[in-house]
């Protein structure tokens, strides 16, 4: 049984949350009251977490082990205290004994809960590890690096020429590589100076030196050298992608990307921001959180490219502005109200060595700059990778996740805004919702008589009514829907009427099909096995869409603009949403079907782009100074626009280009006597008699 807030409540209506705490997990972001002195395994079990033991809780396989998170957490009302667990067992003791139990690490088949508490899975601990779709997208880029190497002879010191090593060295590279300009210094940290006579009398005097901006030598080895590697990092509220790139040639050689490990205190922004106002001495740990996951992109990519971390000697980062600061260790709590001020909002070059990545200490740290409070590195670099003031078509460009990003423009001008989704679009919060990973519904379509879907699986190429499905579809466990699954069913079951244009799930079609069941007071949809669509998870994605769509209204009548020409579905989320649903549910303006492409990870590309190419960087400076900057959280029409966007597709707006694609249901917005309304009307009735 579902409440209002889409929490899972397993206790009675009559205990108190003393008695039955709340526990939420993170990174699924499944949340629910359960009976205290539960474990964490059986809590996992009880709201479908997906935590992984094979040995039947005996504290032996180590495979549920969890991180407790402590803090308080305004958002969720709740104060997650050590005590709120039991103390670790004799078993914990002896299985941390017998096999190791990282620092803060417990086992869940013997952590009890006694009282509200947050619960991180990691990745090792979950039975289907989240996909982390950000790949690469191919594209042109202009190959002019900041960084670049240089080899050269250094001539031997001599009694005559009282020259130091260092000058020796400038004065070679000068002569070869800068021939029209004699005069030319360079510049160069104590690192360089420490090793330089050590390099130049191993590599008998012939060196590769790597030059930064063509002003200082960053690093020096012995002998040739023949590439070093530059990485492109996005840094977003749910993943982190990397993108490591030669900076010899400009190619791309490796992507990789991990759960942002920030999620679990808080799944969207402002719940990061609550969580440091509440606790100030959580900032270092968040903000060392994500440096870790740069870390371990860095070694994982590096080694298998059969490279070390040193060898990267240059990073561009992109971000919101929250993930920016957080990254940066700047206290983002400016950002929590109006006037949202910025701490710094011009792009910065930092030593990589002062963030304590693990690369080499004299790499440089690009940071994009961020346009205004809520509209960050990540949306400059959108337009750095599909700059609009180059588009005589008026663009919409939206990036949507857990913080959609909104560009709209075309050479005459261009405005931007953020828009506050939150997760529910990646699958969070919604009863069987779970983020993309093997076992999980990514697509579905429904018969509008009968109402039996059919689905494709995460993990499986064929719909599940082929007969390829039938051969291999059985050894895969259909574990949840992701976000693109829950967008389909939701946009199928209001085509086949089974919800209205108000999102109000139809209760008298029960009677036509059992996937419609009553479900407390209102009615939910069977999709698979005790995989459910509830009115609370049609009523999540209405918040979250029309929190999008009015950002895009709100642009749009900024500018004056009644319509957008084309679409521009970026990040990793826009590349797997089917745009016609999205126009189906509201959750765009709209658009000829036609002109609606994904352009993938539009902020990584920009990332690179600035990474291989010097000149982009004052480029996307100049872009930003141009672009009109809207805060939704201040403009006193966006409730209306919210409330009118709440219906399916719109209350008001006529999709007349959707309408030449597909026939949208003429279905009225109420279907007579529901369930809970039969009910207030008979409580009406008892307290008047």
């Not at 990092?233 to 790139?245: K, M, N, Y």
């Not at 992109?318 to 206290?331: C, D, K, T, Y």
């Not at 909002?345 to 930092?350: A, F």
């Amino acid at each position: 049984m579902t409440d209002c807030g889409g929490r899972i409540n397993l206790a009675s209506n009559e205990a108190n949350n003393h008695a039955n705490p709340l526990v939420i997990f993170t990174p699924s972001g499944r949340r629910g009251n359960i009976p205290q002195g539960t474990t964490v395994l059986d809590a996992a079990r009880m709201l479908n977490v997906d935590l992984d033991s094979i040995c039947g809780g005996q504290a032996k396989c180590g495979r549920c082990q969890i991180s407790p998170v402590f803090g308080k957490f305004a958002k969720d009302n709740i104060n997650s205290e050590q005590n709120n667990l039991s103390p670790p067992s004799a078993s914990e003791f002896a299985f941390a004994k017998r096999r190791g139990l990282k620092e803060g690490r417990r086992l869940g088949c013997n952590a009890q809960i006694f009282g509200d508490v947050i619960i991180e899975v990691p990745e090792e601990s979950q039975i289907h590890r989240q996909i982390i779709r950000k790949e690469a997208e191919p594209f042109p880029i202009e190959f002019s690096p900041s960084t670049k190497l240089y080899s050269f002879h250094v001539p031997k010191p001599e009694m005559e020429k009282q020259k130091s090593d260092f000058k020796r060295l400038c004065e070679s590279l000068v002569a070869q590589e800068f021939p029209d300009e004699t005069d030319k210094l360079f510049k160069c940290d104590l690192g360089l100076i420490q090793k330089i006579q050590k390099v130049l009398r191993e590599g008998n005097w012939e060196v590769t030196v790597a030059v930064y901006k063509n002003e200082e030598i960053i690093e020096i080895w012995p002998s040739a050298k023949a590439r070093v590697f530059g990485l492109a990092v996005d840094i977003g509220s749910t993943t982190i992608s990397a993108q490591l790139c030669d900076l010899s040639t400009g190619e791309l050689v490796k992507v990789s990307g991990t759960m942002n490990p920030q999620i679990k205190f808080g799944e969207d922004l402002m719940s990061r921001v609550s969580y440091i106002m509440m606790n100030p001495e959580g900032l270092s740990d968040m903000s060392q959180l994500v440096r870790d996951a740069v870390n371990f992109l860095s070694s994982q990519l590096t080694a298998e490219m059969g490279t070390r971390p040193d060898d990267i000697l240059e990073l561009v980062f992109v971000g919101n502005p929250i993930m920016q600061h957080l990254f940066l260790e700047i206290n983002p709590s400016e950002l929590g109200g109006a006037p949202f001020a910025l701490s710094i909002d011009q792009g910065i070059t930092i030593k990589a060595e002062e963030l304590g990545l693990f690369v080499n200490p004299a790499a440089k740290a690009y940071f994009l700059p961020c346009i205004a409070g809520h509209v960050g590195a990540d949306t400059a670099a959108v337009v750095l990778s599909h700059n609009p003031f180059l588009s005589q078509e008026m663009t919409l460009i939206v990036d949507i996740g857990t913080n959609a990003e909104i560009v709209l423009g075309n050479e005459q001008g261009v405005s931007a805004c953020s828009s506050p989704t939150g997760p529910a679009f990646e699958g969070a919060q919604i009863s069987s919702g779970q983020r993309a990973s093997v076992g999980a519904i990514e697509r579905v379509r429904l018969n509008h008589e009968t109402f039996e879907p059919i689905f494709k699986v995460i993990g499986n190429e064929n719909w599940s009514n082929e007969p390829e499905y039938q051969k291999t579809g059985n050894n895969l466990k259909i574990s949840g829907i992701c976000g693109s699954g829950i967008i389909e069913v939701i946009g199928e079951m209001f085509m086949a009427g089974i919800i209205n244009k108000d999102g109000v799930i139809n209760g008298q079609l029960a009677e036509k099909s059992e996937r419609i069941f009553q479900d407390g007071r209102t009615f939910s949809y069977r999709l698979y096995n005790n995989i459910t669509v509830t009115q609370n998870d049609v009523r999540a994605i209405q918040l979250a869409k029309a929190a999008l769509y009015a950002s895009c209204q709100l642009v749009m009548d900024k500018i004056n603009v009644p319509r957008v020409d084309k679409i521009l579905l970026a990040g990793a989320f826009g590349a797997y949403i089917d745009p016609k649903y999205a126009l189906i549910l509201g959750m765009l303006p709209d658009c000829e079907l036609s002109k609606i492409e994904s352009v993938g990870n539009a902020a990584g590309t920009g990332a690179r782009i600035a990474l291989l190419d010097q000149k982009s960087r004052s480029e996307v400076e100049n872009l930003v100074q141009k672009i009109k900057k809207i805060e939704t959280a201040v403009e006193p029409n966006f409730q209306n626009y919210f409330v009118e966007a709440m219906a399916i597709p719109h209350k008001t707006a006529p999709y007349n280009e959707l309408r030449k694609a597909i026939s949208l249901p003429t279905a009225e917005t109420t279907f007579g006597t529901t369930h809970s309304e039969f009910k207030r009307r008979r409580q009406r009735k008892r307290r008047k008699d």
